[in-house]
């Protein structure tokens, strides 16, 4: 059985199941405060994800939001799911949200999923594959300079006003590309750089179930991705994120 074919069954049926389920206040609550929000259908879709992956692959390790690992899987291969990024906007908008699915083996990328489920967009890659939206092959832009880059941020908040000791830089480079856009959501932020509709990403947080299945869509696109400071992200922990259009622009954004 192909682990791919199995992910993009259970992506796609998780998502059907969204897009036709209604949100009651009683649904929505709060984690570590007003801006860190959970449903009942986070955890309801990360559990039917765990359900279909286990049982087609059982030895497979998951690292999810909402659950714990499990201690006894032992296999090789560690899927990361993240069953609505962007809770905020499925409680408020009912769109902008996605479902992210990337399967690693140890350090290797196998594959990364991302669901834009109300547009019924799939954002897809394997590795060594290139990088498709649906079926249509998708590539990082090729704007180079400062002034021409559009910058995607999933919390304008937390990027720009809250202090942390990259907050002077990201002002500085706010100031020099030529805009700012914030659609609340890491995965379907870092696919907007891998098909060429944004240049550059930042946060200041991101969790591995973030970002782990859309940086093997924007790497395979064309694009880099580091952490803030330009280190190597790290696959298994929490971490700030800079992902560009091309790691020619690398040496610039860390000098701004």
Excluded at 11 to 19: D, K, P, S, T
Excluded at 29 to 40: A, I, N, P, S, W
Excluded at 86 to 112: D, K, M, R
Excluded at 211 to 225: D, V
Aim: proline fraction near 3%.
């Amino acid at each position: 059985m192909d682990r791919f074919n199995v992910a993009v069954e259970v992506v796609q049926n998780a998502g059907n199941i969204l897009r036709q389920c209604s949100l009651e206040n009683a649904e929505i609550c709060q984690k570590t405060g007003h801006q860190d929000l959970v449903t009942r259908w986070d955890r309801r879709i990360e559990q039917l994800l765990r359900n279909e992956i286990l049982t087609a692959f059982s030895q497979d390790s998951i690292v999810g939001e909402e659950y714990p690992p499990e201690a006894h899987r032992t296999g090789a291969v560690t899927w990361y799911i993240d069953p609505i990024d962007g809770t905020t906007n499925f409680i408020n908008q009912h769109q902008n949200y996605a479902i992210s699915v990337g399967c690693w083996e140890g350090s290797t990328p196998l594959f990364g999923l991302v669901l834009d489920v109300e547009r019924e967009t799939l954002y897809w890659a394997k590795h060594g594959d290139g990088a498709w939206q649906n079926q249509t092959q998708i590539h990082t832009s090729g704007r180079r300079e400062l002034a021409e880059l559009l910058l995607t941020t999933p919390g304008l908040q937390y990027t720009f006003l809250e202090s942390h000791p990259y907050q002077k830089q990201m002002i500085q480079l706010s100031r020099k590309v030529r805009g700012v856009r914030c659609l609340g959501s890491v995965a379907l932020e870092l696919c907007e750089v891998a098909a060429g509709r944004a240049d550059l990403f930042v946060t200041m947080r991101s969790s591995p179930w973030d970002h782990n299945a859309a940086r093997i869509i924007l790497e395979e696109a064309g694009g880099a991705i580091f952490t803030v400071d330009g280190g190597e992200l790290p696959l298994d922990q929490k971490s700030t994120v800079l992902a560009l259009n091309d790691i020619e622009l690398k040496n610039r954004i860390l000098c701004v």
